[in-house]
């Protein structure tokens, strides 16, 4: 099975999470918003469900999906070492930004 970053790299599955992201939505809500054949979406949340990714739940003849946010984890610890790299480079902005002149204070 793929990992996280490897069913995350396709871009139209992370459309799909977006869409999921404000709650349960049907497929043909999705199909709709992403302007791809029915059946492309379905092999996309197929690879979703498969990663763990979303879940579905069938009511009479429709299948709603909704994003699973747990193995997201993965990324975000992934992502944990750069976030505090921006951080130590915004806040050396900062502090080199408070010692430039105001421009009010120039004239």
Same mark, same amino acid.
């Given at each position: 099975? !793929?990992?996280?970053? $490897? &069913?995350?790299? +396709?871009?139209? @599955? #992370?459309?799909?999470?977006? /869409? ?30 498969? !990663?763990?990714?979303? $879940? &579905?739940?069938? +009511?009479?003849? @429709? #299948?709603?999906?909704?994003? /699973? ?34 421009? $009010?204070?120039?004239?």
């Amino acid at each position: 099975m !793929a990992n996280t970053f $490897e &069913v995350l790299a +396709e871009p139209r @599955r #992370r459309e799909i999470l977006d /869409l999921l992201r404000t709650g349960e939505r049907p497929v043909g809500y999705l199909v709709d918003c992403l302007t791809l054949a029915q059946p492309t979406v379905s092999k996309h949340l197929k690879i979703l469900r498969e !990663a763990g990714l979303v $879940e &579905v739940r069938q +009511e009479a003849q @429709r #299948r709603w999906y909704r994003l /699973l946010p747990e193995p997201l984890v993965e990324i975000d610890a992934w992502l944990e070492p750069y976030r505090q790299l921006w951080n130590s480079r915004f806040d050396a902005l900062e502090r080199h930004l408070e010692t430039m002149p105001d421009e $009010e204070e120039s004239r």
